[in-house]
């Protein structure tokens, strides 16, 4: 049977998926004629699995969803009782931070000034899946133990900055999985390779902003590791299906998961919010301005919130988001007393190195799970990308120099970045349009598109 021909339309951008099989819920599927039709029949089967795990009482896919491990990337599954590892996945914690300077669109327009900012940047922030220990982490001198308890709260960052300042944990050894305690201090400050960068970027507002996009490093790859291949074990599953894994939250492997889980969200917190502190630097230097950090949050998490039900009751949930992002609306119980109270708290997308990223506030996101998309999503896989466009490269890299837009009356030519070569896997050409995954988030009501912003000069982390 085809599940996506089972596939129910509700709205012009809501999809559901019937409970059927082994399904302990439906799933909502929020996407255009468009989005749907271009979904594959993997995609689906792997929303059935999902919401057939054990415990599980509501998954979504959004807008940018596509085929991931276990759950879809773009892909929202919250539970009972459970805990299921792949909703964080590898990067536990990858997620984006944004900071606003002082300067106008008008500012920045001269190229050459553009790219000596990438180059100071590229000085202070190590990039790269090998990345040692950027120049900024070294001065600071914060303790490793401290990062991975208290997160930004260590940096002395203050709340209102953060989704979560940082993620209480029990008094645990945090060296017990060397493998993942071994990478703390060389990569911290660093931003990795594949899709996370630093970015500066004008906005519609008529601002510059600047985004950084990355998570836990090894720290968070060799946690997740060390737990798929134990949940596998616990679950009599086979080492090649450890992604599949899942765990009870009150049994003994499941607190476990969780406080390390929880400490690589931590680290990936503070990883972010360091990493602006080199960028400052940079800015000061080259730009003459200084920066203001405006808001950081995660898409690649499982945490324990507060659910509120069609009926206004709350009850507590596990709510995973793989590739999605948090969307608390104004007035949700989280978030109480908070800067956010009256507004939603802001979410922050990002798109490709070409088509730029957006600040969003939530509207009606209960209907998503108090989630929405965390990018424009991928249609081109790595390898496959690198194949089928590399006879385009010398296009593509005309593309980024010589890309001209209209921003708020200015005229800027070209992207700068910090590579002599686009990476294949990461263009414009692999990606959905940002624009039309935003629209269905607008025309749906879920959340509104604040700023869109589009890229001037990116970094990115290639070995």
């Known amino acids: 049977m085809s599940l996506k021909y089972n596939v129910e339309q509700v709205t012009s951008n809501h999809f559901v998926l019937p409970k059927v099989g082994t399904m302990k819920c439906h799933v909502d599927a929020f996407l255009n004629q468009n989005l749907y039709e271009k979904t594959e029949e993997n995609l689906w089967n792997q929303a059935y699995e999902s919401a057939s795990y054990e415990g599980a009482i509501g ?14 990337v773009g892909g929202v599954l919250v539970t009972e009782n459970t805990i299921v590892q792949a909703g964080s996945g590898y990067d536990i914690s990858c997620g984006v931070i944004y900071a606003k300077t002082d300067l106008a669109i008008s500012d920045v327009v001269g190229f050459a ?7 100071a940047v590229d000085q202070r922030i190590a990039t790269g899946y090998t990345a040692k220990t950027s ?32 993620i209480p944990i029990p008094d645990i050894d945090l060296t017990k999985i ?34 950084i996009h990355c998570g836990s490093r090894g720290y968070g790859w060799q946690t997740a590791n060390h737990f798929f291949y134990a949940g596998a074990e616990l679950r ?23 406080a390390y889980h929880n400490s690589a969200a931590n680290y990936a917190i503070a990883n972010r919010h360091l990493i602006v502190k080199g960028i400052r630097e940079a800015t000061q230097e080259v730009l003459k301005t200084d920066i203001h950090i405006f808001y950081e949050i995660s898409h690649n998490l499982v945490q324990e919130e507060t659910l509120v039900l069609p009926n206004g009751e709350t009850k507590k949930g596990f709510v995973h988001r793989k590739g999605a992002t948090r969307a608390f609306p104004s ?17 922050l997308i990002p798109g490709s190195m070409y088509d730029g990223a ?63 070569k686009t990476p294949l896997d ?9 624009d039309e995954v935003l629209s269905v988030l607008e025309q749906e009501g879920i959340a509104k598109v604040d700023t869109r912003l589009w890229p001037i000069a990116n970094i990115k982390g290639c070995d």
């Open 178 to 211: 060397s493998k993942a305690y071994d990478k703390c201090n060389p990569q911290l400050g660093s931003v990795g390779g594949g899709n996370h960068f630093i970015e500066l970027q004008a906005g519609d507002d008529g601002n510059i902003w600047i985004m």
């Open 236 to 258: 009599g599953l086979p080492s090649n299906r450890r992604e599949q894994s899942w765990l009870y939250a009150d049994e003994e492997l499941g607190r476990e998961y969780w």
């Open 331 to 347: 007035g949700h119980p989280s978030l109480k007393g908070t800067k956010w109270e009256d507004t939603g708290h802001p979410v």
């Open 59 to 72: 998954m979504y896919l959004m807008p940018d969803c596509h085929l991931g491990y276990s759950i879809p």
């Open 113 to 119: 000034l553009r790219k000596k900012w990438v180059d």
């Open 426 to 434: 990461e263009c414009g050409h692999v990606y959905k349009s940002l």
């Open 358 to 420: 957006a600040i969003l506030y939530p509207k009606d996101s209960y209907k998503s799970g108090c989630s929405v998309n965390h990018g424009s999503g991928r249609l081109m896989a790595r390898g496959q990308a690198k194949r089928e466009l590399e006879t385009l490269q010398s296009d593509i890299d005309a593309e980024m120099r010589e890309v001209e837009r209209t921003i708020c009356g200015i005229n800027i030519k070209g992207i700068a970045t910090n590579t002599e």
């Open 135 to 166: 120049k900024i982490a070294a001065k600071e001198k914060v303790k490793t133990e401290d990062i991975l308890r208290y997160g930004a709260k260590a940096l002395g960052i203050s709340e209102d900055k953060c989704e979560r300042q940082y």
